[in-house]
């Protein structure tokens, strides 16, 4: 049974920030491509950040590149994203997800529908 668990979602202020873990179980995990959508009150789930298995490629969304980090421990089944910077536009539950799907290129990693597995999500919250 596959599972994803993220966690070290919180209440932070402008600014500041959170790393978010997602662990990862029943997949080998190395050969997955792996990514970060979230949800905010102002719209859908939107794309946040993705790297590939192999980690040739990676994406970032516009409004947080720069700012987060995606990466991955494949000795630990983990994911990660780093946010530095928090703006409260930032806020929104977080969702971790992978995909077995190999494409070339990374036009591909933003799109929701290519992934197969998702987490139960973890909520950010930034205050002004």
């Known amino acids: 049974q596959v599972q994803l668990v993220e966690s070290g979602g919180g209440s932070v202020q402008t600014g500041g920030s959170l790393t978010l873990s997602c662990v990862t179980s029943?997949?080998?995990?190395?050969?997955?491509?792996w990514a970060w959508f979230r949800q905010t009150p102002r719209s859908e789930r939107e794309f946040v950040a993705a790297k590939t298995w192999s980690n040739a490629n990676f994406a970032y969304a516009d409004s947080v590149r720069g700012r987060f980090t995606i990466y991955k421990d494949n000795t630990k089944m983990t994911v990660f994203l780093e946010m530095n910077n928090l703006k409260p536009e930032d806020t929104g539950i977080y969702y971790c997800?992978?995909?077995?799907?190999?494409?070339?290129?990374?036009?591909?990693?933003?799109?929701?529908?290519?992934?197969?597995?998702w987490g139960q999500g973890t909520q950010v919250t930034v205050s002004s």
């Open positions: 029943g997949l080998t995990f190395s050969t997955y491509t």
């Open positions: 997800a992978g995909t077995s799907v190999r494409r070339y290129s990374n036009g591909w990693l933003p799109e929701e529908n290519v992934y197969e597995y």
